[in-house]
């Protein structure tokens, strides 16, 4: 049930674009996203509800294809800040109902260089 | 509180000893989440709360893993006679309702030696 997260590790230079990829193969209700820097708790990034749905906020967003069972997180013109590892969390679509818990992918570790 | 609180931050536990790991949620949350996270690795689900119901326990890798949160709000994850593969870091997550994100606590990092 884990979804698959590609890149597992990505390097940048600062300025430069990243796409992060999550694939599932159930059926998804939505998709969150999350950034964790070492040694921290994992922050919210943005949640995806509807098949096609995009979103965005600065610098970094993300689509959610619900046909494909994907979703792909894009961060542009990355700044230092972003370094860390992004994990996506899926919720389940069973049944008639919906997975009370998420599962996370294992993450993508990004590292931005000056 | 302005966040979820996890107390307490580090622990370190004899093989067989029992622990308790404390969580906070933010108040008004009615969802709360344990997560056992080992290193390099995704958060895994644990257990899952509806004020006061646990919903979910399908995460519990044994029965040595027991988690409450008796008035609905304050939970408690804890593991008897520990061993050490159950050496990681337990994160806490709440959310309101109808769970649009979650906010993790810092977690507790139980190793067990």
């Known amino acids: 049930q884990q979804p698959v997260q590609s890149p597992q590790a990505v390097i940048l230079r600062e300025g430069e674009d990243a796409v992060i990829n999550c694939s599932s193969s159930k059926a998804l209700y939505s998709v969150h996203w999350y950034r964790q820097k070492h040694g921290e708790a994992p922050i919210f990034l943005m949640i995806l509800l509807k098949g096609g749905e995009q979103k965005g906020h600065d610098k970094i967003s993300a689509s959610f294809n619900e046909k494909k069972q994907q979703s792909s997180l894009y961060l542009t013109a990355s700044q230092l800040s972003y370094s860390g590892t992004y994990f996506c969390g899926t919720r389940l679509i069973l049944r008639d109902n919906y997975g009370q818990n998420f599962v996370f992918g294992p993450g993508t570790r990004l590292s931005v260089l000056p | 509180g302005a966040g979820v609180s996890q107390s307490p931050r580090y622990k370190v536990a004899k093989r067989g000893q029992d622990v308790a790991l404390r969580c906070d949620p933010i108040s008004g949350h009615v969802s709360l989440f344990w997560y056992q996270q080992a290193l390099g690795q995704g958060p895994e689900f644990l257990t899952y709360?509806?004020?006061?119901?646990?919903?979910?326990k399908s995460g519990l890798p044994s029965d040595r893993f027991f988690a409450e949160r008796p008035e609905g709000s304050v939970s408690t994850l804890k593991i008897q006679r520990t061993q050490q593969e159950d050496s990681a870091v337990y994160l806490c997550?709440?959310?309101?309702?109808?769970?649009?994100?979650?906010?993790f606590g810092s977690g507790t990092r139980l190793t067990v030696v």
């Open positions: 709360f509806q004020n006061e119901a646990q919903l979910d």
């Open positions: 997550a709440s959310s309101n309702r109808d769970i649009r994100g979650y906010t």
